[in-house]
């Protein structure tokens, strides 16, 4: 999951170049794969990761949920802005700082959990076998 926040940080880098060259099809490109990208690793931490330790850390789940929930209407809102040409770097910005301080949460929370937790760390194999699954599917 640190990969996916790495490789999410890589996409917003791209957008911001995207941005800064005014090309409105690698702009929305660039930004078509980072908002499956996210949509799908927010996806993965809510089915297959928060049931594992939510029985013992449920207000920090319930309140990285709700983190979730903001970020995707921060998407709907930004990809909105990219199909009308409207996107603007400062909102890129704010989105990544926020993007920043969410993985840091999880990196200390969720992430450290399922380390400590021999029984979740399967449940992460398991997922990852099941987005490997997706992915080979795909092509």
Known sequence: MLQD???LQQLLTQLTCALEGGDAEDIAETWTRFELGLRD????EERCLFPLVASTHRSEVE???LEHQRI???LAELSTLVDL????????D???LYLFQHAAREEHSLYQWIDDNPTAQRGLHAMFARR????????
């Not at 690793?41 to 993965?44: A, K, Q, R, V």
């Not at 490997?132 to 092509?139: E, K, L, M």
């Open 5 to 7: 926040h790495l490789a």
């Open 72 to 74: 995707r209407c921060a």
């Open 63 to 65: 309140a990285l949920r």
């Open 94 to 96: 704010e989105l990544f």
């Open 41 to 44: 690793h927010i996806d993965s």
């Open 85 to 92: 040409h409207a996107l603007r770097k400062g909102s890129v």
């Open 132 to 139: 490997a699954t997706r992915v080979g599917d795909a092509r």
